[in-house]
């Protein structure tokens, strides 16, 4: 293997000065149909160059895949259920239903078909070696890890379930990186798409008083009443918030994971879905105060607020410790549809890819994942926006004059009396329009804020 190894190297040194840079390791890997991005060249360069001088020499580059031989080997003997030195279709379904992913026969023959070359059916450990020798895909868990649902994505909306990390990951502190990433990828996110978020609650709180609140008049308005800057009235808090709500959820994940599974078991879909809903719930339970605050500077008028403190002042004076949580149990009440729909539209467009479109590979790149999410989030977020826009009206009652204090029912009884079912949809439009500029915005910044931080895909 070392020779063959050997004579890779010098066919990719281009220059045949001995040491590899990072252009001559992408063209060359990408005219062997090894890897199909600067990406993929990137995290095995970046894992290679151990002395950290910007080129991989001989020994690093022979150390890098000896090292990765030796994961691989690991990941193919975990498959390995009877230790016949083959991998078949059975023990694919298996090992994914093991760690918590079911799926059929058909698309487990599927994975095999792309990564078997003989036409066997089965993968011997050459076949297993030469397919993921420069796929930084290590172990099963990450081959899983192509169709997961990613932290990194962020539409506003905080009740996604939250994700999943590995031991591994935990012990060598990447979960917390990770977190982090997705935490400034939100924050740019959001602030990104500010202006859309503020006119969807502009037209959540005030659209049964005038029906001619639609999308470019709810801007002029709002600009003419404080300016291009009063667009970004309740980003702040609505950025703030994102830390503490991110650690309160990630932590009462896991301990809804410990509940629900036995000791050493490998959580599954419904689990999961349960586990996420609670941590959800916890997690709004924790920063709930603030959702009303980021309500009410995003309704409020030019100078009604100085800030989140005086606001938080005046609601305390005026209204007293409840008014923090108005519109609680509709938001409670939103996550089950939320995260439930969320979760079962991304498990079905995961299963028709892979038994339609899965060919010569089991990845199915950047916008397929991309398009998923915001397919599956956007159809959970339908589910759930009349619970949003009624909690929303209760978050907002008290700054209203001459409308009267409703609970959840009386508000639901009201709209639907004064404005039909529509009215339970009013400010969905903007709501809507901000779903692919956020996707695309926190996946950029979610990515580039990995490789700052040093995420590796080990």
């Keep these: 293997m070392d020779s063959l190894y050997g004579d890779l190297f010098w066919y990719l040194d281009y220059n045949k000065d001995g040491t590899l840079d990072i252009f001559e390791l992408q063209e060359g890997l990408e005219d062997i149909g090894a890897i199909q991005s600067l990406e993929e060249a990137k995290k095995i360069f970046t894992t290679g160059d151990v002395n950290k001088d910007g080129k991989l020499d001989f020994e690093e580059f022979m150390k890098y895949l000896k090292d990765h031989e030796k994961k691989m080997k690991l990941a193919f003997k975990s498959l390995d259920k009877n230790n016949d030195g083959k991998i078949e279709a059975s023990e694919i379904v298996q090992s994914l239903q093991t760690l918590g992913l079911t799926i059929s026969e058909q698309q487990a023959e599927l994975i095999l078909q792309s990564i078997d070359v003989d036409g066997t059916m089965t993968v011997d450990w050459n076949e297993w070696r030469d397919y993921f020798l420069f796929n930084p895909v290590t172990d099963i868990e990450e081959i899983i890890r192509f169709?997961?649902?990613?932290?990194?994505?962020?539409?506003?909306?905080?009740?996604?379930?939250?994700?999943?990390?590995?031991?591994?990951?935990?012990?060598?502190?990447?979960?917390?990186?990770?977190?982090?990433?997705?935490?400034?990828?939100?924050?740019?996110?959001?602030?990104?798409?500010?202006?859309?978020?503020?006119?969807?609650?502009?037209?959540?709180?005030?659209?049964?008083?005038?029906?001619?609140?639609?999308?470019?008049?709810?801007?002029?308005?709002?600009?003419?009443?404080?300016?291009?800057?009063?667009?970004?009235?309740?980003?702040?808090?609505?950025?703030i918030k994102i830390a503490p709500e991110t650690a309160v959820k990630f932590w009462?994940?896991?301990?809804?994971?410990?509940?629900?599974?036995?000791?050493?078991?490998?959580?599954?879909?419904?689990?999961?879905?349960?586990?996420?809903?609670?941590?959800?719930?916890?997690?709004?339970?924790?920063?709930?105060?603030?959702?009303?605050?980021?309500?009410?500077?995003?309704?409020?008028?030019?100078?009604?607020?100085?800030?989140?403190?005086?606001?938080?002042?005046?609601?305390?004076?005026?209204?007293?410790?409840?008014?923090?949580?108005?519109?609680?149990?509709?938001?409670?009440?939103?996550?089950?549809?939320?995260?439930?729909?969320?979760?079962?539209?991304?498990?079905?467009?995961?299963?028709?890819?892979?038994?339609?479109?899965?060919?010569?590979?089991?990845?199915?790149?950047?916008?397929?994942?991309?398009?998923?999410?915001?397919?599956?989030?956007?159809?959970?977020?339908?589910?759930?926006?009349?619970?949003?826009?009624?909690?929303?009206?209760?978050?907002?009652?008290?700054?209203?004059?001459?409308?009267?204090?409703?609970?959840?029912?009386?508000?639901?009884?009201?709209?639907?009396?004064?404005?039909?079912?529509?009215?339970?949809?009013?400010?969905i439009t903007p709501n809507f329009m901000k779903v692919l500029p956020a996707v695309g915005i926190s996946y950029v910044v979610y990515e580039n804020m990995k490789q700052t931080l040093g995420v590796t895909q080990k």
């Design 147 to 239: 169709w997961k649902h990613s932290t990194g994505i962020d539409i506003g909306d905080s009740l996604t379930i939250p994700d999943e990390f590995t031991e591994d990951e935990k012990k060598s502190g990447q979960w917390w990186r990770q977190l982090l990433a997705g935490g400034i990828a939100g924050a740019v996110s959001r602030t990104s798409t500010a202006p859309l978020d503020r006119l969807k609650i502009m037209m959540q709180v005030h659209g049964s008083k005038s029906d001619k609140m639609n999308i470019f008049g709810g801007f002029r308005q709002m600009v003419k009443e404080g300016g291009i800057r009063s667009l970004w009235r309740g980003n702040g808090t609505n950025v």
């Design 252 to 427: 009462a994940y896991e301990q809804y994971k410990k509940l629900l599974t036995e000791e050493g078991q490998k959580i599954g879909t419904f689990e999961r879905f349960i586990s996420g809903s609670m941590a959800g719930a916890t997690a709004q339970t924790f920063i709930y105060p603030m959702e009303v605050m980021k309500t009410r500077l995003a309704v409020g008028k030019t100078g009604q607020y100085s800030g989140i403190y005086d606001c938080a002042k005046k609601i305390l004076k005026h209204e007293g410790l409840g008014a923090f949580y108005k519109g609680y149990v509709p938001n409670l009440l939103g996550i089950i549809p939320y995260a439930g729909i969320d979760l079962a539209v991304y498990e079905l467009l995961k299963s028709y890819w892979l038994d339609n479109f899965a060919k010569d590979s089991v990845n199915p790149g950047v916008m397929v994942l991309l398009g998923c999410g915001a397919l599956s989030s956007t159809c959970g977020q339908l589910a759930s926006y009349p619970l949003a826009l009624v909690r929303t009206r209760m978050q907002a009652q008290a700054m209203l004059e001459g409308s009267p204090q409703l609970n959840m029912v009386g508000l639901f009884r009201r709209i639907i009396s004064k404005e039909g079912i529509p009215g339970l949809y009013r400010g």
